[in-house]
């Protein structure tokens, strides 16, 4: 007798052309709430003395944490295939989380 097994459907994803192309940034901002977790990506540039935030993702708690593990699991592979990613100056991550910025710029409040 064949089990009774639910169908599981496939979440079609659409890639458009301009987001295609995609934004450079070597910043993130991260804010939470109890409801949200607020990621600013910014293109900090060498010698310009304001950088503009070029994208802002709002996520739930459940996707932060779902996209930490996944961009943890991406790291290690990464770090596998091509070594580890040395970040230079960069003081070692806190205890309780870190944050490492471009150029040697102190970190800054949003």
Do not use: C, W
Not at 58 to 67: G, I, M, Y
Request: without cysteine; hydrophobic residues 40%.
């Amino acid at each position: 007798m064949a089990e009774n097994k639910p169908q599981q459907q496939q979440l079609q994803i659409e890639l458009t052309p301009e987001v295609a192309s995609g934004s450079y940034s070597n910043l993130a901002v991260i804010n939470h709430s109890n409801q949200e977790f607020v990621i600013d990506f910014i293109a900090a540039l060498p010698g310009l003395p304001k950088a503009r935030v070029n994208s802002r993702q709002v996520l739930t708690p459940e996707s932060a944490k779902r996209l930490l593990f996944a961009l943890q699991d991406n790291v290690v592979k990464y770090e596998k295939q091509f070594g580890t990613i040395a970040l230079p100056g960069a003081p070692a991550p806190k205890a309780n989380g870190g944050v490492a910025t471009p150029f040697g710029t102190p970190e800054a409040d949003a």
